[in-house]
C-alpha cells in the first residue's frame, strides 16, 4: 500500500484550469509487480480536452506577460517543492511504474535538475542586434513564447520525461497542456499539485488523461496549440507528426533508441561491465538510452561475457521495487513479458545461446539474461528489447563495429569503451546517434542536450539549446534612423 506523508499528492482527477476535476470515465492504475490496484483516475472527453486547450490559451496571454524573473521565482519555488516531498513522489513512481524505490528517487532528482536549470535559463533568453547593411535601419531580434505546447508523455520515466518538458515551456513563457501514459497517471498528477502549491497559476499547466488516439488528435488539430512535444515510440511518435500537418506544428520527438554497446579490445574491461550494467540493467531495460546491442571485439568477448555474467548474478536482485535490496523491478505489464519472451525465442531459434538466466520468473518480472551468439540479423538486435536481456554480438575489427552500430534507422545514444585517444575521435564522429557516450554508462543529465537523430527523433531537450524548441525568434526593423 503506498503510505505518503503528503497525501495530498495523491490525485485522481484531470487538473483544468487550476482546478481537480473529476469525470464519469475512470480507470485503473495498477502496480506491475502483482497486478493490485492502486487509484482510479479520471479520463476526460473532447469537449474537457478542448476546454483545456482554451484555457491554456488564455492563460498564456497573463503568463507571457510576467517578467523572466518571476517565471523564474516560480520555477524555483516547484523545484524546492518537489525535492521536499522527494520521498513520496519516489513511492508513487516505484507503485505505479515498477522501478526500485533507489532508482525512482533518482528519477525525482533528475527530472527537478531539469526545473531548476530553467529556472536558471529562463533569465538566459537573449536577442541579437545585428549590424545592419545600411545605415538608415537598425536590426534587432527578439525571442518570444511560441504559444500554448501539447505534451504527451510516456511510462517508463513518469515524472521525469513531463518535468523535461514543462519547464523549458513554462522557463520559455509557454503554457501547456499535458497527457502522460494512462498507465503511470499519478506521478504526473502529484507533480502537478506541487506546481500548484508553487504559485504556479492557474491554466498555466493543465494535465490530461483519457483515450490517447482521441487527445491525440484534438492536440494536432488544434491551431491554437503551435507545438507538439512528444516522448515515446517510434511508430506513435510518426503518426503524431503526420497529424500535425494540417496545422503546420512545430514538433520535438524524442523516440525509441537501439543503442549499440562497443567494447574494443583495449577496454578497461572491469569499467566496461560496470558501465553496462548501468546502461543495460536500469530500469530493468525499459529506458530509451539503454544498451541494446552489445558488440565486443573477438579477442576480449570470453572473458568480457564472463565478467559480465558474473556481475548480473552477484549485483541485481529481482523484486517488488519497495522491497529493500531489489535492483530489478517488474516489466510495466505482461504484454511487455511477452514481447520479450517473443525476441528471445525467436533469437535461440536462429542459433543464440543462453549464458545466464536468473531464476524468478514470476507476474511481470523478466528474469535479468544474457544471450551470446546473436547475430546482427536477428530480430533482437533490430528492435528495442525494453527488457533485462543484453545479447552479444562479436566483431573483427572497427570497421566492422561502425558498420554494425549503424546499420539501424535509430540514432538515439550509442555507447563505446577504449583506450586508445585516436579511437574515440574517430569512432565518437563516425557513429550517427544523437549522443555517444566514451567510457561511460550513464550520460544524460540537465545540462547535456539529450536528443535522437534519424528516427530516434528532432529537437534537443535540457542544456542551452533546450529552450530553442518554446521559442520564436522575431526580427525587428527600425528604418529612417538618418531622416
Ligand atoms: P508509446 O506507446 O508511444 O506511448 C507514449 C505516449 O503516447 C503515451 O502517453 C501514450 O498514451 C501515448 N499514445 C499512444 N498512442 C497514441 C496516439 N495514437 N495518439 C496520441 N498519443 C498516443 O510509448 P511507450 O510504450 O509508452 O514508451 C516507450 C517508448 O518511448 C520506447 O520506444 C522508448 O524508447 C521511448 N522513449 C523515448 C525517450 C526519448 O527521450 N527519446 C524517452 C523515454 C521513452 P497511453 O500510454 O495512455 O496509451
Do not use: H
Request: hydrophobic share 40%; glycine share 8%.
Amino acid at each position: 500500500m503506498l503510505q505518503l506523508n503528503n497525501p495530498s499528492l495523491l490525485k485522481k482527477s484531470l487538473f483544468i484550469n487550476g482546478k481537480w476535476l473529476k469525470s464519469k470515465i475512470t480507470t485503473t492504475v495498477t502496480n506491475p509487480f502483482d497486478n493490485s490496484t492502486i487509484s482510479t483516475v479520471s479520463l476526460c472527453d473532447k469537449k474537457q480536452c478542448n476546454d483545456a486547450i482554451t484555457y491554456a490559451q488564455t492563460a498564456f496571454k497573463s503568463w507571457r506577460e510576467f517578467t523572466a524573473k518571476q517565471r523564474s521565482n516560480l520555477l524555483y519555488k516547484w523545484y524546492e517543492l518537489i525535492l521536499a516531498n522527494k520521498k513520496d513522489l519516489a513511492q508513487i513512481i516505484t507503485y505505479e511504474q515498477g522501478k526500485p524505490l533507489a532508482e525512482a528517487l533518482g528519477e525525482i532528482v533528475y527530472g527537478a535538475s531539469y526545473i531548476q536549470w530553467f529556472a536558471e535559463q529562463a533569465k538566459r533568453i537573449d536577442g541579437d542586434i545585428i549590424p545592419p547593411p545600411n545605415s538608415d535601419q537598425r536590426i534587432a531580434c527578439i525571442k518570444q513564447p511560441i504559444g500554448v505546447v501539447a505534451c504527451i508523455t510516456p511510462w517508463n520515466f513518469p515524472n521525469a520525461m513531463l518535468a523535461r518538458k514543462i519547464a523549458p515551456a513554462l522557463a520559455a513563457g509557454c503554457t501547456v497542456v499535458c497527457k502522460p501514459s494512462e498507465l503511470t497517471p499519478l506521478s504526473a498528477l502529484a507533480l502537478t499539485e506541487l506546481s500548484r502549491q508553487a504559485g504556479i497559476p492557474t491554466g498555466v499547466i493543465n494535465i490530461l488523461m483519457g483515450d490517447a488516439a482521441m487527445i491525440g488528435k484534438q492536440f494536432c488539430a488544434s491551431k491554437i496549440i503551435k507545438k507538439l512535444s512528444f516522448t515515446g515510440s517510434t511508430a506513435v511518435g510518426k503518426l503524431l507528426a503526420a497529424q500535425c500537418v494540417d496545422t503546420l506544428k512545430r514538433i520535438t520527438m524524442e523516440l525509441g533508441g537501439n543503442a549499440p554497446f562497443i567494447v574494443f579490445e583495449d577496454a578497461n574491461i572491469d569499467s566496461a561491465v560496470e558501465g553496462l550494467m548501468a546502461s543495460k540493467y536500469r530500469n530493468s531495460g525499459q529506458t530509451c538510452v539503454c544498451t541494446n546491442r552489445i558488440l565486443v571485439q573477438k579477442p576480449i568477448a570470453k572473458i568480457f561475457k564472463q565478467k559480465l555474467i558474473d556481475a548480473v548474478k552477484s549485483q541485481l536482485v529481482v523484486g517488488f521495487g519497495a522491497n529493500k535490496d531489489v535492483t530489478t523491478g517488474p516489466l510495466i505489464n505482461q504484454q511487455a513479458c511477452l514481447k520479450v519472451d517473443e525476441l528471445v525465442n525467436d533469437a535461440l531459434k536462429k542459433g543464440a545461446q543462453i549464458d545466464y538466466q536468473d531464476t524468478t520468473r514470476e507476474g511481470n518480472l523478466y528474469p535479468p539474461t544474457v544471450l551470446s551468439n546473436v547475430s546482427a540479423q536477428m530480430e533482437i538486435a533490430q528492435q528495442e528489447i525494453f527488457g533485462p536481456v543484453a545479447i552479444i554480438i562479436e566483431f573483427d575489427n572497427e570497421q566492422q563495429a561502425l558498420e554494425i552500430a549503424n546499420n539501424t534507422d535509430a540514432g538515439l545514444a550509442a555507447y563505446f569503451f577504449t583506450q586508445d585517444y585516436r579511437r574515440i575521435y574517430r569512432v565518437s564522429e563516425a557513429l550517427e546517434y544523437g549522443m555517444v557516450g566514451i567510457n561511460s554508462g550513464i550520460i544524460s543529465n540537465e545540462m547535456a542536450p539529450f536528443g535522437g537523430v534519424k528516427q530516434s527523433g528532432m529537437g534537443r531537450e535540457g542544456s542551452k539549446y533546450g529552450l530553442d524548441d518554446y521559442l520564436e525568434i522575431k526580427y525587428i526593423c527600425l528604418g529612417g534612423i538618418n531622416s
